[in-house]
């Protein structure tokens, strides 16, 4: 038998922090920090230049936000098909209090975006920035906070984050596409058929599966709709059954497709890809901007609604499913806990920096909506965890 010596310290310590909890959270918190700090050096010529350079028919900035991102909505339809068929999400009393909480932790944060916004018919198309919460950054904070926090709680979060992410794709699919042509929809559709076909006849091998996404990709890309919705929909087509015959369990059956491509998509996605985009998008330049930026409505809309919208949605849900009698409290959970995890729920980086450039195309407009998802996610994220952090320590 093969013997192999073993791992040098250095390497085994990659290894382990590439797969703790916290890793992801991590990984964006630093790039987030190099993009402002590359934005706002020597170097900010050739980051914004080489960003709006073209490699065929887009930028690559697009084709950052477009194609490779349309590999992290993959991730996500997958993990939310997982949770919804065999996951936590799996029957309708679990979905309960993760998914009004969710629902409320979408409609606040609109309304003081609104709020603050109301005036003007133009900022009021993103009042859909602060209602995302990014899932890795909030359970990265918990996993940081290790046993302060009931696993039941990191849960909920998990499965709040998971419904926010179908919502976000519901929104982006609703509000954020335009001039659709009806010839590239219909070609998009005989994909989606071919694939749900071939998920009926048993087909289990993840490669005719990838090739046809590829081209539902090219398809939704010129119909209008946004291309990263192609993710989602080639999600929802692989198979989650695990491939077991009679005389095999399903413990000892090969893992699903779903899981499989879930598994070589992982670290990919969470290291590679988002991080890459953290990298492209959250560069803003304070070059001639003034304090005066942070009183904006734009700005404080975004910010306003990630810390005070997302707490009071989530919180606020949970509380009245909570005396109601309709839902119970994550076990082993305190008010004081979920009161943390609320204010995490306004860590909207991720998703909200993506819907924030499809919501403006303006260049100022975009940096006040970077700005505005910085301060709040912070904010939020800072004192969600000193409130987990006394609570845990209580």
């Known amino acids: 038998m093969?013997?192999?010596s073993p791992s040098p310290q250095g390497e085994t310590t990659l290894w382990q922090f590439l797969n703790s909890e916290a890793a992801g959270g991590i990984v964006l918190m630093a790039v987030a920090a190099l993009a402002i700090i590359t934005a706002n050096s020597p170097l900010a010529a050739a980051y914004f230049h080489a960003l709006h350079v073209y490699i065929g028919p887009m930028s690559l900035q697009h084709w950052i936000n477009d194609a490779l991102m349309a590999t992290f909505f993959l991730m996500v339809g997958l993990e939310i098909k997982r949770e919804m068929t065999e996951g936590h999400l799996a029957t309708w009393p679990a979905r309960l209090l993760p998914g009004v909480a969710a629902l409320g932790g979408m409609a606040l944060p609109a309304l003081v975006f609104l709020a603050f916004n109301r005036g003007s018919p133009e900022l009021s198309r993103g009042w859909a920035i602060p209602t995302a919460t990014d899932i890795a950054f909030a359970l990265g904070v918990l996993a940081l906070l290790g046993p302060r926090v009931p696993v039941a709680l990191k849960v909920f979060l998990a499965a709040l984050a998971i419904i926010?992410?179908?919502?976000?794709?519901?929104?982006?699919?609703?509000?954020?596409?335009?001039?659709?042509?009806?010839?590239?929809?219909?070609?998009?559709?005989?994909?989606?058929?071919?694939?749900?076909?071939?998920?009926?006849?048993g087909v289990s091998r993840l490669l005719p599966y990838l090739l046809l996404g590829v081209?539902?990709?090219?398809?939704?890309?010129?119909?209008?709709?946004?291309?990263?919705?192609?993710?989602?929909?080639?999600?929802?087509?692989?198979?989650?059954?695990?491939?077991?015959?009679?005389?095999?369990?399903?413990?000892?059956?090969?893992?699903?497709?779903?899981?499989?491509?879930?598994?070589?998509?992982?670290?990919?996605?969470?290291?590679?890809?988002?991080?890459?985009?953290?990298?492209?998008?959250?560069?803003?330049?304070?070059?001639?901007?003034?304090?005066?930026?942070?009183?904006?409505?734009?700005?404080?809309?975004?910010?306003?609604?990630?810390?005070?919208?997302?707490?009071?949605?989530?919180?606020?849900?949970?509380?009245?499913?909570?005396?109601?009698?309709?839902?119970?409290?994550?076990?082993g959970a305190g008010w004081t806990q979920?009161?943390?995890?609320?204010?995490?729920?306004?860590?909207?980086?991720?998703?909200?920096?993506?819907?924030?450039?499809?919501?403006?195309?303006d260049a100022a407009l975009q940096d006040r909506v970077k700005i505005g998802i910085l301060a709040g996610s912070l904010l939020a994220g800072v004192l969600g965890a000193a409130v987990l952090w006394r609570s845990g320590r209580a």
């Not at 001039?179 to 749900?196: E, Q, T, Y």
């Not at 989650?240 to 899981?259: C, F, G, Q």
């Open 215 to 331: 081209v539902l990709w090219v398809f939704v890309w010129r119909s209008g709709l946004h291309a990263t919705l192609a993710g989602v929909v080639l999600a929802l087509t692989i198979p989650v059954r695990h491939l077991a015959d009679e005389s095999t369990s399903a413990v000892e059956a090969p893992a699903s497709p779903l899981h499989r491509l879930e598994r070589l998509l992982h670290k990919p996605v969470g290291f590679f890809v988002v991080p890459l985009f953290g990298f492209a998008n959250a560069g803003v330049s304070f070059a001639g901007l003034t304090p005066a930026v942070l009183t904006e409505p734009l700005t404080l809309g975004i910010a306003g609604g990630l810390l005070i919208g997302k707490l009071l949605g989530v919180f606020g849900a949970v509380t009245l499913l909570v005396r109601s009698g309709l839902a119970k409290l994550p076990e």
């Open 2 to 4: 093969q013997t192999h």
């Open 338 to 361: 979920v009161l943390g995890v609320a204010l995490l729920c306004g860590i909207g980086f991720t998703m909200s920096l993506f819907i924030g450039l499809l919501a403006f195309d």
């Open 164 to 201: 926010d992410d179908l919502g976000a794709v519901i929104v982006i699919a609703l509000f954020y596409s335009g001039g659709l042509s009806g010839i590239d929809l219909g070609l998009a559709a005989l994909v989606v058929v071919a694939l749900v076909a071939m998920n009926r006849l």
